[in-house]
């Protein structure tokens, strides 16, 4: 398994404002992934962030909105940009297995309430 | 593309009874199953998984899971529950990317 941190675990923030969430692990990875989940929820993909290239989103989500940063196989930030109360989620990233078996290990997420 | 059912939101159930929680996918091709449990105000872990092999799939905290091909479901159950399996869980399927689909969760509930 992996051990992921995540860097705030929670904040409160206003509209109009960015945050930067980071997320680390404790091995190199190909791959990181970062969900959002909104209030009661289940767990939508926002983007796959490769190191040496530009993250992939998911339908509905966009790079201005969410911009990646992948520096090093170890490390990850997803940023929030102009964010309005419809942002206050849970923002989780992850790693898969290096088994090749499939799954994915998750941080412990970060809690954003935008007022 | 795949797509993740889980057919309870809710489960009440009380202590030391059994619990099952269903998930029905569909896809056309092979797929790697897991669930997950997320207790309050943290990450998911992962209970078990089903890659091939035996149908039966035993994860931890006494949690099985039997893949069912013919029915496209991966059902979870425990004998016999415990307060702290008070959490919500998610049923989520892999394919041939490396994307997993999460169901809506269900939301188990432990009674004394």
């Known amino acids: 398994s992996a051990v992921i941190s995540q860097k705030p675990s929670r904040d409160i923030c206003q509209r109009g404002t960015s945050l930067t969430i980071q997320c680390q692990v404790d091995s190199q990875v190909t791959m990181m992934f970062w969900y959002r989940q909104q209030p009661g929820q289940s767990l939508t993909l926002i983007a796959t962030a490769n190191q040496g290239s530009e993250a992939t989103y998911e339908s509905g989500f966009v790079i201005d909105k969410f911009p990646i940063s992948r520096p090093n196989l170890t490390f990850s930030t997803l940023t929030v940009s102009n964010m309005s109360p419809e942002d206050s989620s849970i923002y989780l990233c992850?790693?898969?297995?290096?088994?090749?078996?499939?799954?994915?290990?998750f941080g412990p997420g970060t809690r954003l309430t935008v007022l | 593309a795949q797509s993740v059912t889980q057919l309870d939101s809710q489960v009440p159930v009380f202590e030391e009874a059994p619990v099952e929680l269903r998930c029905n996918y569909s896809s056309s091709v092979s797929v790697y199953l897991f669930w997950y449990v997320q207790y309050p105000n943290q990450g998911l872990q992962l209970l078990l998984k089903y890659l091939s092999g035996s149908t039966l799939v035993k994860g931890i905290n006494g949690f099985e899971a039997e893949f069912n091909k013919s029915q496209t479901s991966f059902h979870l159950r425990k004998p016999s529950v415990h307060i702290s399996d008070t959490a919500e869980y998610f049923c989520a399927v892999r394919t041939n990317d490396y994307k997993l689909s999460f169901g809506a969760g269900t939301t188990v509930t432990v009674r004394a």
């Open positions: 992850s790693v898969e297995s290096r088994t090749g078996t499939g799954e994915q290990f």
